[in-house]
């Protein structure tokens, strides 16, 4: 099996997690993509998150339950540093082959994240494009220290053959300006209104 795993807090998910997942099933040759909700970010403030439950059923909402799977496991695993998640994982499931999606926004802050350096050495990593985050990202710590194991986003399907050793890709894909702290404003706006 070959499995994307794309984490975030999807508060709430929105239909560009859904095609971040559909581009990279189609470029990356992938069997399943599965969202992983987070059951808390250390990167992001808890104020204005919804409850994990809600979180994870507006991704269970949007995914296909085939290819597009919203999954608990971290919440499950009581983790919520994405290089331990991927660590068990790859223990639990041997005969799958890993590869970690994120959006060019993810990218330009993951030096910040824990254990980023050994989570790059774990799995092979698909960056999709974000308005107005990509310079950020190419020209970020992580991009930079990483750069010798990029691989031509065009041969993208290539990162989950390659044995041992990091890499990642730049895929190529439309950018898609939707975001949960968009949504979540438009929400509030309405709510406002309807009071």
Same mark, same amino acid.
């Given at each position: 099996?070959?499995?994307?795993?794309?984490?975030?807090?999807?508060?709430?998910?929105?239909?560009?997690?859904?095609?971040?997942?559909?581009?990279?099933?189609?470029?990356?040759?992938?069997?399943?993509?599965?969202?992983?909700?987070?059951?808390?970010?250390?990167?992001?403030?808890?104020?204005?998150?919804?409850?994990?439950?809600?979180?994870?059923?507006?991704?269970?909402?949007?995914?296909? !339950?085939?290819? @597009? @799977?919203?999954?608990?496991?971290?919440?499950?695993?009581?983790?919520?540093?994405?290089?331990?998640?991927?660590?068990?994982?790859?223990?639990?499931?041997?005969?799958? +082959?890993?590869?970690?999606?994120? !959006?060019?926004?993810?990218?330009?802050?993951?030096? +910040?994240?824990?254990?980023?350096?050994?989570?790059?050495?774990?799995?092979?990593?698909?960056?999709?494009?974000?308005?107005?985050?990509? @310079?950020?990202?190419?020209?970020?710590?992580?991009?930079?220290?990483?750069?010798?194991?990029?691989?031509?986003?065009?041969?993208?399907?290539?990162?989950?053959?390659?044995?041992?050793?990091?890499?990642?890709?730049?895929?190529?894909?439309?950018?898609?300006?939707?975001?949960?702290?968009?949504? +979540?404003?438009? +929400?509030?706006?309405?709510?406002?209104?309807?009071?």
């Amino acid at each position: 099996m070959r499995i994307g795993l794309l984490g975030g807090s999807f508060n709430p998910a929105h239909e560009g997690h859904i095609q971040l997942a559909r581009k990279a099933l189609a470029h990356l040759q992938l069997d399943q993509v599965w969202l992983m909700v987070s059951p808390r970010n250390p990167l992001k403030s808890r104020i204005g998150m919804a409850p994990f439950a809600q979180r994870l059923a507006s991704a269970r909402h949007l995914a296909d !339950g085939r290819r @597009i @799977i919203a999954v608990d496991i971290e919440h499950q695993l009581g983790q919520h540093f994405t290089v331990k998640t991927v660590a068990l994982l790859k223990q639990r499931f041997p005969h799958c +082959r890993f590869i970690w999606l994120m !959006g060019s926004d993810g990218l330009a802050q993951f030096s +910040r994240w824990r254990g980023w350096r050994k989570l790059a050495h774990l799995v092979p990593i698909a960056v999709l494009p974000r308005p107005g985050s990509v @310079i950020p990202a190419l020209k970020g710590r992580a991009s930079s220290v990483l750069r010798r194991y990029r691989h031509d986003g065009r041969a993208a399907s290539l990162l989950l053959k390659a044995e041992g050793g990091p890499g990642w890709t730049f895929l190529l894909a439309p950018q898609n300006a939707i975001s949960s702290t968009a949504l +979540r404003a438009i +929400r509030s706006k309405n709510d406002y209104h309807h009071d």
